[in-house]
């Protein structure tokens, strides 16, 4: 609840919402040949990693509603690859209809600063049509690692250093980043292992093949309920509602320490403004529904739903604060 209201109020004063209609066909733009309302068919969101992630769990969740609110089928398309940047490429590239969307995560904000070249422009390519949650980094170590606290492993990892791997969802991703600031913030020695999405990280650590990791909550939230993970803490200056007896970072220790994501919708740029009102005004009131906002926080994702103008402001305040972060890690992918 303070992560929305620390958001809302940063933008409350340069940001105007964009008005909501009650009556969503009354807005909706027309097609031509046929007359009827959008959406005429299949709408598809693009999910720039592997099935099973964060991404894929909120993309599945909204798509289901929207379909559901809209009357018309809207499906996941799972394009991994280049830290995001195939899947992300796609969508800015394709037709600004409204029929090609893209789940954007905070790797959105992040690869202008660790790409020399990319083949989009993450601000000027994109048009945001709402916030969907905010997310939390969940340090997590395998049960073979004999520790149950934040300080009990920086204790346990400065006796073994270079001894103990970390996975990551890739090169330059948010859990890359976030275990690395970590590591500056301890001085620790631990090892990068990055792998090609969060999936296959969690499955070789869940196999004890790495000793830990910064998992998005939603991946790792289900894993530590079941006892296969141990949570030590949460990256967010707040605990999470999936894991309330989960300390965060900071306070298990390590002050000032923060890192949070999100998780949002955007199109290509250029959509019309009324198939922008129609999207963003159905995912904000399927986001605010009780059992969603539910589901959501069960999760691991605090739902932080964001209106186009809000959401805008979001994505470039944080391309400055990855692009700090970036350098700071030295980290580069090219």
Partial sequence: MRRRKQ???????????????????????????SGQAYPIKTVRIVVPFPAGGTSDILARAVGQKLGEE?????????RPGAGANIGAELVAKAPADGYTLLLASTIHTINPSLYSKLGYDPVKDFAPLALIASTSQVLAVHNSVPVKTVKEFIAYAKKRPGALNYS???????????????????????VHVPYKGAP?????????????????????VPHVKAGKLRALGVSTAQRITALADVPTIAEAGVAGFEASGANG??????????????????????????AMSKYLSEQ???????????????????????????????????
């Avoid at 809209?70 to 799972?78: A, E, K, P, T």
């Avoid at 919708?265 to 529904?289: D, M, N, Q, T, Y």
Wanted: hydrophobic share 50%; charged share 15%.
């Fill in 200 to 220: 296959p990280a969690m499955i070789d650590l869940l196999a004890g093949q790495v000793a830990l990791t910064f998992a998005t909550a939603p991946s790792a």
């Fill in 7 to 33: 958001l809302l109020s940063l933008f409350a004063s340069a940001c105007v919402a964009v008005p909501f209609v009650a009556n969503a066909q009354t807005i909706s733009p027309f097609d031509k040949s």
């Fill in 70 to 78: 809209l009357r018309q089928q809207f499906i996941v398309d799972n």
């Fill in 300 to 334: 691991g994702a605090d739902p932080l739903p964001l209106a186009p103008v809000e959401y805008g402001a979001y994505i470039k305040s944080e391309v400055v604060k990855w692009a700090k972060v970036v350098k700071a890690s030295g980290a580069k992918v090219d």
């Fill in 265 to 290: 919708l955007v199109g290509p740029a250029g959509l019309p403004p009324a198939v922008v009102e129609r999207l963003s005004s159905a995912v904000i009131r399927i986001v605010k529904e009780p």
């Fill in 168 to 190: 990551s969802a890739g090169s330059g991703s948010q859990p890359h980043l976030t275990a690395e600031l970590f590591k500056s913030m301890t001085g620790i020695d631990i």
